[in-house]
């Protein structure tokens, strides 16, 4: 129920309160306790009411009835006693018509007959008027004692409806302010709520710029780290780039070089082309000459197996004597001529010797080995005396090398 409702309400219930007096009770048949407490009084009196007519009304019939009845006995006893003219009269009515007289004697004796029922009805009427009375007068007393007590009921429950009122009052002012308290409180809770949601995005603002700044600071520590490597790496560099300069410049200087040699083995080349050329028509020209007689040919040189069994030097310096020098073989097809030149398993010493240095084998003509076609297990050096070479003849294959004593005396090959 809102508070003009309220308010409304308390205005009609002052208004409907009843006045009570001494005499009357007025009451308002728009009360709500109150005026079923005096509606209830108000049928009780109605009663009372009528009640105290009728024995109004029934005290006058008895007074009456009571004055006819003695004006009757006055009038009978009267014409013997007081009255002798009316008396004679009656007398003399009663002796004109002594019948009339008894008929109408006998009806007033029925009357009063009648008249002394009613009376004793109308007593015990009254009685009984007067029984119910009291009853009445008894319920009139208890219903004012109830009024009274309905009264101090009423008062009291006025005080306490006044002081209701007051904590109404009070309460519905405790209660605006209380809803004003509410509505500055949801004001402030809403504030609160917004300032909350605002604190917690500042919150996780703080923490992801706390990540950020975390990240990136991670970043420039390792930035920092790939600087330093990398400027390690760039003074690295530049070393090595002046190194490399320095290099380029020794290179360039080489390259120059080589390219001035190039120029001029080109220009050899250029020269040596043309010895080539005109050596080669020298050799075939050579090739066309005939060897002496005993000596056999072979490309451009003259073989001779000598007859005379000597040793390596005096074998060699034979050959020398005749213009030539112990064969030098540097080719497999030289190897196989030379094999054919001789008898079934001859060996003849050849121009290859290590005794300038043991197991280093040179040709009589200051050239190194470059093919060989030694036995299989040779050179042996057989007991370290063995630093001259000779080729034995075999009847397959090109013929094999084997290494032997200087001093042994056998047959040689010249070449010339
Ligand atoms: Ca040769
Ligand atoms: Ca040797
Ligand atoms: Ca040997």
Redesign the pocket.
């Given at each position: 129920m809102d508070k003009q409702s309220q308010r409304e309400k308390q205005t009609i219930i002052r208004m409907e309160l009843m006045e009570i007096d001494d005499d009357e009770i007025y009451i308002n048949t728009n009360l709500t306790m109150e005026g079923l407490i005096n509606k209830d009084l108000q049928r009780k009196k109605q009663p009372c009411r009528c009640v105290t007519v009728c024995l109004g009304l029934l005290c006058a019939v008895l007074l009456a009835g009571n004055i006819g009845q003695f004006i009757y006995y006055e009038m009978i006893s009267r014409p013997t006693s007081a009255d002798p003219t009316q008396a004679s009269y009656i007398q003399g009515d009663r002796l004109q018509s002594p019948d009339a007289s008894t008929e109408e004697r006998k009806q007033l004796e029925a009357r009063l007959s009648n008249l002394t029922k009613e009376k004793d009805q109308l007593q015990r009427s009254h009685n009984s008027l007067t029984t119910q009375k009291d009853e009445f007068k008894a319920s009139l007393n208890n219903l004012k004692s109830e009024r009274d007590l309905l009264q101090a009921s009423y008062n009291d429950m006025q005080r306490n409806l006044e002081g209701l009122q007051t904590n109404h009052n009070n309460l519905t002012a405790s209660k605006d302010q209380l809803q004003t308290n509410y509505s500055s409180l949801q004001k402030k809770k809403k504030k609160k709520d917004e300032l909350q949601t605002l604190f917690t995005t500042l919150r996780e603002n703080r923490d992801q710029l706390q990540s950020n700044f975390s990240s990136l600071k991670n970043n420039k520590d390792q930035l920092q780290r790939n600087y330093n490597t990398l400027s390690i790496k760039e003074n690295h560099l530049q070393i090595s780039y002046n190194s490399l300069w320095k290099d380029k410049e020794l290179l360039q200087t080489s390259y120059n070089t080589l390219q001035r040699k190039i120029d001029q083995l080109q220009a050899n080349y250029s020269s040596l082309a043309t010895f080539r050329d005109q050596y080669k028509k020298k050799i075939d020209k050579i090739k066309g000459i005939p060897c002496q007689t005993g000596w056999r040919k072979f490309d451009i040189s003259c073989y001779l197996v000598s007859t005379a069994k000597k040793n390596w030097t005096l074998s060699r310096q034979d050959c020398i004597a005749r213009g030539a020098d112990l064969v030098v073989i540097d080719s497999r097809d030289e190897q196989a001529f030379v094999n054919g030149l001789l008898q079934s398993d001859q060996n003849v010493w050849i121009g290859l010797t290590?005794s300038l240095k043991?197991g280093t084998w040179m040709w009589v003509d200051g050239t190194p080995v470059t093919t060989t076609f030694w036995q299989p297990g040779q050179?042996n050096?057989y007991n370290g005396n063995?630093?001259c070479a000779e080729t034995v003849q075999k009847s397959t294959g090109v013929g094999e090398w084997n290494?032997d004593g200087c001093f042994s005396d056998q047959t040689a090959i010249c070449e010339k």
């Open positions: 290590d043991e050179p050096s063995q630093d290494d």
